[in-house]
């Protein structure tokens, strides 16, 4: 039957290589684009060597904020402040601060040109982000007052131009964040164009990933991408069809267009770093690249312009898979990811089926895997308890910066207190999961498909909420549905086949330890961001009853799982269970007591 109901994946993968579509560019600007890549340098150098400091509280970052605010002045732009509050692990609640300036167009809708001006403060950061800060006062010039000319008015775009210093930027996009959030900005945006460390010797990269399972527009993607080969002479770099994939399972991006692709608008980022911000050693004035400057400040003006002269955009809805020039709709890579879940599912209830008729009772079984989820659930409510109480670093819903010592310091004294609390209430759960009888292999069996249940009802719930996740939840379901076939092999085969079930995890942590130069400081940054409540609370739910699961089928892997014992095979109660017992006893006695007393002055 599992083998069979494979034939069924391949109807969703010929509709998936059906729905393969090559979206057109919009069409270059009329006029080519006139960036001065000189002037650029000579302001991103000036903002870097002045404000070295430009991190959340500190002086560099009022100073950058005045700094931005007069060369647009300058220009004769009129600079909107937008204060607003954020809370930034390690550094407590802070005052940042958006600088809007508006060039006025025929229509309402905008186009949001976006680059922070905030650094982490371990450098100068000349590039990340001084550049990107330039090469935004280098693109509103182009709209500025013309001096000497009879009308003295600016350029009049088709639609509103919005250039935005955000703050917080390096910090998690919290900005972007801020201003995402806003109705008018919600409603009204056309198209983000993010610029990101625009003055870096790699190669012109795109970046267009969300904080929610969508990838944006394809368009403004293709448009972007034939800027840039335009400018740069070379095809910019993407992140890969596995790392895309990644990114709609686990949605996460450091950059801040991803917090715009999120509520479904078009955004794109432009950048010359990696994932990560430049190292702090290379990040100096002296290091900006002035010919790459040029190309992507010159790529952003032309981008800009054919997203103003075209049609209007449409936000993915369903995400999709960025392959070279052409795209796979994200609709068809979600059926195919659901029809992979099908012969696990006709293998799963088979198997329930089978115990039924065969009479194998499954509730000793279920009762087992209950006593561990509750284990599980209240490690994770343990964890949430020392979050509210501080031990754990404390921000906003954001991304923390990978640089940050709140990512890479491990708070030793909370994981020590969290390990102990859990290593005492595994002492009582314990108890209960002891061998007390020679384990037969009908019970063994009724282990393995309670465990198999469990994890087809979670797949169900991860379909409900984000097919995508279902990359990190099938290695295991397809694994472990061979556990009960191999139970009979030697040790180490059943320890592989287990072991194949844990590279969904092992992926999604292994792409924050290499992809964000993170290391083996990742499982803590993972920690971190469900901590500050970046990961959904269902994400957080699913994957502890998840573990549950495992750590059963882990117990009958290797020999030393038991039913839920029987009443008459419990041992007696230890001194903090026998109080516990005690104590819902009496309280259940007054509590009929007292309604007995009301019964009777009632009657």
Not at 142 to 162: D, L, S
Not at 529 to 534: F, S, T
Request: a positive charge.
């Amino acid at each position: 039957m599992y083998r069979g109901t494979w034939l069924l994946v391949g109807l969703p993968l010929l509709v998936a290589a059906f729905s393969v579509s090559s979206p057109e560019p919009l069409p270059a600007p009329a006029l080519p684009p006139a960036f001065d890549a000189g002037s650029a340098r000579l302001l991103a150098a000036e903002l870097a060597t002045d404000y070295p400091d430009r991190s959340p509280g500190a002086p560099g970052s009022l100073g950058a904020a005045s700094w931005w605010s007069r060369q647009m002045r300058s220009y004769g732009f009129e600079v909107q402040d937008q204060p607003f509050h954020a809370t930034i692990p390690g550094r407590g609640r802070v005052r940042l601060r958006n600088l809007i300036a508006t060039v006025p167009g025929r229509a309402p809708e905008t186009i949001v040109v976006l680059a922070h001006r905030d650094n982490v403060g371990t450098s100068e950061g000349a590039n990340d982000n001084a550049s990107g800060t330039a090469v935004l006062v280098e693109l509103a010039r182009a709209y500025a007052e013309v001096p000497g000319t009879t009308a003295a008015r600016r350029v009049k775009p088709a639609h509103t131009i919005a250039f935005v210093s955000s703050d917080g930027g390096a910090w998690g996009a919290l900005g972007a964040a801020h201003l995402a959030r806003q109705r008018v900005y919600g409603e009204r945006v056309v198209a983000v164009v993010g610029i990101d460390a625009a003055a870096g010797r790699g190669t012109p990269r795109i970046v267009f990933a969300g904080d929610g399972p969508r990838s944006g527009s394809p368009v403004l993607l293709r448009t972007a991408s034939r800027r840039v080969l335009e400018q740069a002479r070379e095809e910019p770099a993407r992140a890969s069809a596995l790392r895309q994939l990644l990114d709609l399972a686990f949605p996460f991006s450091l950059h801040e267009q991803a917090p715009f692709v999120a509520r479904g608008v078009p955004a794109v980022t432009l950048t010359t770093s990696g994932e990560r911000p430049p190292p702090a050693f290379v990040d100096t004035a002296a290091a900006l690249d002035r010919r790459r400057l040029g190309e992507v400040g010159r790529a952003a003006q032309a981008l800009v312009a054919s997203v103003d002269e075209g049609l209007a955009l449409r936000g993915g809805e369903a995400g999709f898979i960025y392959l070279g020039s052409r795209l796979v709709l994200g609709w068809a890579v979600q059926l195919v990811l659901i029809a992979c879940l099908l012969p696990f599912l006709a293998a799963a209830v088979d198997l329930f089926a089978r115990c039924r008729r065969r009479r194998v009772s499954l509730a000793p079984a279920l009762r087992s895997y209950r006593s561990r989820a509750l284990f599980w659930l209240f490690g994770g409510a343990v964890f949430g308890a020392l979050a509210v109480l501080g031990a754990w670093p404390d921000g906003d819903p954001r991304p923390l910066a990978p640089d940050s010592e709140a990512a890479t310091s491990w708070p030793l004294l909370g994981i020590a207190g969290l390990g102990l609390v859990s290593a005492c209430a595994w002492l009582v759960v314990r108890d209960r999961l002891l061998p007390r009888r020679p384990v037969t292999s009908p019970d063994e069996l009724a282990g393995y498909t309670a465990a198999l249940l469990v994890l087809a009802v979670l797949s169900l719930v991860v379909v409900a909420t984000n097919p995508y996740a279902l990359l990190l939840l099938l290695p295991s379901l397809h694994a472990w549905l061979w556990l009960p076939q191999v139970r009979g092999h030697a040790a180490w085969a059943r320890a592989a086949v287990f072991a194949l079930g844990l590279v969904g995890p092992l992926l999604l942590l292994a792409s924050f330890a290499l992809r964000f130069d993170l290391g083996f400081d990742a499982p803590w940054y993972l920690a971190a961001l469900v901590g500050v409540g970046y990961v959904p609370a269902t994400s957080v739910l699913v994957f502890l009853l998840w573990a549950a699961a495992a750590a059963q089928l882990a117990a009958l892997t290797a020999g030393r799982y038991a039913p839920y014992p029987d009443v008459d095979e419990r041992r007696p109660r230890g001194v903090l269970r026998e109080l516990a017992g005690r104590t819902v006893a009496t309280a259940r006695a007054r509590r009929r007591a007292s309604l007995g007393e009301a019964e009777a002055l009632q009657s």
